[in-house]
């Protein structure tokens, strides 16, 4: 029973009077052309015009749907550092605006927050709007709205499963939600329940997780939930006497026969891409639920989970008839062509506020049609269903670095172009990483806690901290309920990270434009992940591991940092860099480089050998730049300025070679560093018959990850010798920039100095 849901944000004695009140203004300004003495809606303040600010920003929104909507609209807008430590006099030009912070600057200021607002855009309209000062911004409680307050009071929402021999688990929510964030348009609260038996002892225990993130708005007479269906035990190895909490109890990889959403006491529940989804149809429960299965004859991997969102629609008896056919209309807009606020290219270049560096530079004149044909052909794959990969790579540590950038695609295009259905790409790619196996509700990891996550959960093949894994491993009390599973991959094919390859790119630039409280928890629990990875003591992972794992996962450190704000993530990688990196990394060799690698056979090197490879370090680039940026620590910036060493000592110059000729300049692939225990120079194997290992043409490929990442270098330092260095590296790398170029990954994100070719 939700009846008493939230009452506390609401004026308690003058609640009704203040609500009727405000029907009847909002009924009198007749704002949708509905009229009628009954509204669902509280009336937007005055909406003055502002003033301009010293930077321009600006975003848009369109309507892809044949009706017109009323919605709350909620718009990412990036600022630019040490600009505006307070949104409070900042307001969208012409409505009543409260804001939402996501991320700050180094300096405390905003770097990037939500403005959130209710209009109505006519069928196929786009709108831009524009920020200004000068008006204050709304501020206080959220309030429900009026008609959810009248409908709403005997809601029930929950989950049922039934495990390997059909026995019914169900889990609803109740008790007083968590409230995770709130303004005055919106508010979303947070529920988290275990499946427990119905009727039937079943496993004599609880099956499986659901958590639910409810949202709901002042100004639509409508809730969210977006249900997250989990097998995210934390587990421990040892339980406290007397402690009961499921969560400590891992039930590992199990069996589910069906899996359904339930809900009672909503007008109407609406599945949102139920064909993509494979969400089957309603169903009418004796018992008053109505029910969407959304699984059937599959399993849950240990630490798996699965995300799906459901729309619940209020309408009271005495509502207006034009009223609920326009927001009948408004909710299958929102399901159907969702809306995603997009800030204009120009304002994410003049704040640089876009992922850790900026970005994207301007695209190629047909930004907007090749953004649309990669949204059209992503819309048109056979990658979704139940498992499908919704565009993702399911294993993350696929060769060629595809979950690797400074900016996702999705993003990054979907700016060039200004092209707003390309977020809906990164939303979907986004929520498939509920599908990735390291999901441990609650984890915390010490500093100094012997605990190894090197597969998402422990690894059972060292010492230390099991989360209760190694006990159901050696001690399986369920084998029977895990035969769906048998002969299967594991997880479905979903991989859980790979330090060589980590990658929260999709999910920090879905946080980044939705500012949707699942993706922060999941920046969370991957920040604690990274910790239980990349470990400071004991385990393997102590040592410098190659370049690009310590570039990818320092991003991946300052990217949840700027989602969580957490300090402490801050200062673990921050021990990292100076307690491990620093003190292991070869920065007394010529070279500089951070890691080197021993007897790999792609070399052709005799053994016994020491290598590295410059261009992981465009990885280094990217993380410790990035880092740079978030954290303001000057170690991470030297520790970068010293990959333009490893560049110049790997390079090559008016060398005459059998595979290309004359080459004026290029970059070797490997670099030999020792023989036999002692240093060699890199051109030590360069004649027949091993020769000059290119790995691909001098100057491309897997060379240009350094390109944007050396250009980043220039703008951040203040020693110019350093400067014209890396500008000369990264010249030649980058070349001249043609239209393919500026949609390109390791371009698309070059300072916008050095972008004007």
Same mark, same amino acid.
């Given at each position: ?60 929104? =369109? ?22 430590? /307070? ?61 959810? /307050? ?26 007083? #939600? ?17 499946? !427990?038996?119905?009727?039937?002892? +079943?496993?004599?225990?609880? @099956? ?29 190895? &040892?339980?406290?006497?007397?402690? &009961? ?93 969702? $809306? ?27 930004? @907007? ?16 269903? &139940? ?37 809906? =790409? ?8 509920? $599908?990735? #196996?390291?999901?441990?509700?609650? *984890? ?12 998402? &959960?422990? *690894? ?29 991959? #594991?997880?479905? +094919? ?242 001249? $920039?043609?239209? !393919? ?17």
């Amino acid at each position: 029973m939700l009846s008493n849901m939230n009452q506390a944000t609401r004026p308690r004695g003058s609640g009704a009077f203040v609500l009727a009140v405000l029907a009847v203004l909002w009924a009198s300004c007749d704002s949708f052309g509905f009229g009628g003495s009954e509204s669902s809606v509280i009336p937007p303040g005055p909406g003055a015009p502002g003033n301009p600010l010293e930077i321009g920003l600006d975003f848009s929104v =369109k309507n892809d749907s044949p009706f017109a909507r009323t919605e709350t609209i909620f718009a990412s807008v990036p600022f630019p550092q040490s600009a505006y430590p /307070s949104l409070q006099n900042l307001v969208v030009s012409g409505h009543e605006t409260s804001w939402l912070p996501l991320q700050y600057w180094a300096d405390g200021t905003v770097k990037v927050a939500q403005a959130q607002f209710t209009d109505t855009l006519s069928p196929g309209e786009s709108k831009t709007y524009t920020v200004v000062r000068d008006e204050p911004a709304l501020t206080g409680p959220f309030m429900r709205n009026p008609w959810v /307050s009248e409908v709403a009071t005997n809601l029930e929402f929950g989950a049922e499963v039934l495990d390997t021999f059909y026995v019914p688990y169900r889990g609803l929510a109740g008790g007083i #939600p968590t409230v995770l964030q709130s303004t005055p348009f919106a508010q979303t609260t947070l529920w988290r329940t275990y499946h !427990n038996p119905v009727g039937q002892p +079943g496993i004599g225990r609880d @099956y499986l997780t659901s958590t639910f993130y409810l949202t709901e708005y002042r100004d639509m007479p409508f809730m969210v939930v977006d249900w997250i269906l989990g097998n995210d035990y934390l587990g421990a190895d &040892t339980v406290p006497p007397g402690n &009961t909490d499921p969560n400590l109890r891992p039930l590992g990889t199990v069996d589910v026969r069906m899996a359904k959403f339930l809900c009672r006491g909503a007008t109407e529940v609406l599945a949102y891409r139920p064909g993509e989804e494979q969400i089957g149809p309603a169903q009418q429960l004796p018992d008053g639920f109505v029910a969407f299965p959304v699984m059937q004859d599959t399993f849950l991997a240990d630490a798996q989970m699965r995300r799906y969102r459901f729309l619940l629609r209020f309408v009271p008896p005495s509502a207006n008839p034009g009223e609920v056919v326009h927001w009948h209309e408004t909710a299958t807009a929102m399901l159907q062509e969702p $809306m995603h606020a997009l800030a204009s290219q120009r304002a994410w270049q003049d704040t640089a506020a876009a992922g850790l560096l900026g970005g994207p530079i301007e695209g190629p004149p047909d930004g @907007y049609a090749r953004a649309e044909a990669e949204y059209q052909g992503w819309l048109g794959s056979n990658t979704f269903g &139940t498992w499908g990969s919704h565009g993702d790579i399911q294993a993350t540590a696929t060769t060629g670095t595809p979950r690797n950038h400074p900016l996702s695609p999705e993003l990054a295009h979907a700016i060039q172009g200004q092209n707003h259905r390309l977020l809906r =790409k990164l939303e979907q790619m986004a929520w498939a990483q509920a $599908m990735r #196996p390291y999901h441990l509700w609650q *984890l915390q990891v010490p500093d100094e806690q012997n605990i190894l996550l090197y597969t998402g &959960t422990p *690894l059972l093949t060292v010492p230390g901290e099991s989360l209760g894994r190694r006990y159901l491993y050696e001690n399986d009390p369920w084998p029977q309920y895990r035969s769906l599973a048998a002969g299967e991959s #594991p997880g479905h +094919g979903w991989g859980s990270y790979d330090h060589e390859h980590w990658s929260c790119d999709l999910l920090f630039d879905y946080w980044t434009i939705s500012g949707d409280a699942w993706a922060k928890e999941e920046l969370r629990q991957l920040g604690q992940s990274l910790k239980g990875l990349m470990r400071l003591r004991y385990y393997y992972t102590a040592y410098v591991l190659s370049a690009r794992a310590e570039g990818w996962c320092m991003q991946g450190f300052a990217q949840v940092y700027q989602a969580t704000h957490d300090v402490s993530l801050k200062e673990y990688a921050m021990r990292r860099a100076t307690e491990i990196v620093d003190v292991q990394r070869h920065k007394y060799h010529p070279s500089r480089a951070l890691a080197w690698q021993s007897n790999y056979p792609s070399t052709h090197y005799p053994l016994d050998n020491e290598f590295f490879m410059p261009w992981q370090h465009g990885a280094v680039l990217y993380g410790y730049l990035g880092a740079y940026r978030s954290f303001n620590e000057p170690l991470l910036l030297q520790i970068a300025s010293d990959v333009v060493d490893t560049v110049a000592y790997s390079w090559l110059t008016n060398v005459q070679t059998t595979e290309f000729g004359f080459v004026p300049a290029g970059l070797r692939y490997y670099v030999p560093a020792t023989y036999n225990g002692v240093e060699i120079p890199a051109n030590y194997w360069d004649a027949p018959p091993i020769g000059i290992a290119w790995g691909g043409l001098p100057l491309t490929g897997v060379h240009t990850f350094l390109t944007g990442g050396l250009h980043h270098l220039a703008a951040l330092t203040t020693s110019s010798s350093l400067r014209d260095r890396a500008l000369y590296y990264g010249g030649w790398l980058l070349g001249d $920039m043609w239209d !393919n170029d500026r949609w390109n990954k390791w371009n698309y994100c070059l300072p916008l100095v050095y972008s004007q070719q």
